[in-house]
């Protein structure tokens, strides 16, 4: 199976900025997308950022020019540099991992346990 692991979130003040982390681990044959979800409370998780292994990158409009995924495909991690934060970004952060994992090259898509990024002052 495939696990995911997440850090990065917390309390931040408008302005600023946080990285958030989320490393795959197991038996990953090959990974072909990474991305970041987000839920803020009352509210559907929608789609943040998306990279595909091979650069490709998809961002939701409202942080097109704040936020940058990238992914270091030697650790099978996923980061998202988030700049300009304002109160509208608090969600809980959620990545998610797709690819193929075991003896068989099953499909997988896992999620990680979740990250929460608070912006107040």
């Known amino acids: 199976q495939v696990q995911l692991v997440e850090s990065g979130g917390g309390l931040v003040q408008p302005g600023g900025s946080l990285r958030l982390s989320c490393a795959a681990s197991g038996s990953i044959f090959s990974i072909y997308g990474m991305g970041w979800y987000r839920q803020a409370p009352e509210k559907q998780r929608e789609l943040v950022a998306y990279?595909?292994?091979?650069?490709?990158?998809d961002y939701a409009d409202s942080v097109k020019g704040r936020f940058t995924i990238s992914m270091d495909n030697a650790k099978n991690t996923v980061y998202l540099q988030m700049n300009a934060l304002s109160p509208e970004d608090t969600a809980v952060y959620y990545c998610?991992?797709?690819?193929?994992?075991?003896?068989?090259?099953?499909?997988?898509?896992?999620w990680g346990q979740g990250t929460q990024v608070t912006v107040s002052s």
């Open positions: 990279i595909l292994t091979g650069g490709s990158t």
């Open positions: 998610n991992v797709q690819g193929y994992y075991g003896d068989y090259r099953n499909d997988f898509s896992s």
